[in-house]
């Protein structure tokens, strides 16, 4: 087999990218993390995006802070970033927001973690169901639905009633018999 330096520029990208990785596994070791976890991460986000993408060591990083800092699973986490990532975000956006709801969740006495995972679980519905303001309207209707103690599916599910003219009309029935009582 042909050495590195045999290979010119393919060869010079391929011990980078050796490098970022051994760099990266290094790092994440701080955190708990280890070359599974990291391995975990690059293949299931490769995979949810069908990209074959290069990650740079900041980028490792942000994911395993993503994961560790809200206890989400690499599955989970994946499923995030990668949403994200098919609508444009970067992986440093998806710290950002993930960050940003952790400090809005404890603003709000709300349990982190657990908003952050019901946002995981549900953000390949936010095409179909096109939240204002895209994973910001998301990330507002999943922490509602922390707060006020609904389920998720339950109001995605009231969602696809009120899509249709019989779901909005047995709606307005319901809502006039109980006004009126008849």
Do not use: C
């Not at 010079?12 to 490098?19: C, F, G, N, V």
């Not at 095409?127 to 599916?153: C, H, I, P, T, W």
């Not at 006039?176 to 009582?181: N, R």
């Amino acid at each position: 087999f042909p050495s590195h330096d045999n290979l010119g520029s393919a060869g010079e990208k391929a011990e980078m990218i050796r490098k970022q990785t051994e760099n990266s596994v290094n790092a994440s070791a701080r955190f708990g993390a280890n070359i599974k976890d990291i391995i975990d991460l690059q293949s299931g986000l490769n995979d949810l995006t069908g990209r074959s993408n290069v990650f740079r060591e900041k980028d490792i990083l942000d994911l395993v802070a993503i994961t560790k800092g809200t206890g989400m699973q690499n599955e989970e986490v994946t499923k995030l970033v990668g949403n994200m990532m098919l609508f444009g975000s970067s992986i440093g956006d998806a710290k950002d927001l993930v960050q940003k709801t952790v400090n809005d969740t404890s603003k709000m006495g709300l349990n982190s973690s657990k908003v952050m995972k019901s946002l995981a679980a549900n953000i390949d519905k936010m095409d179909y169901y096109r939240f204002q303001n895209g994973v910001e309207g998301l990330k507002k209707m999943v922490m509602a639905s922390e707060k006020f103690r609904f389920s998720m599916e339950g109001a995605l599910a009231a969602a696809d009633k009120f899509r249709t003219l019989e779901g909005l009309l047995e709606a307005g029935a319901t809502r006039e018999s109980i006004v009126t009582g008849k």
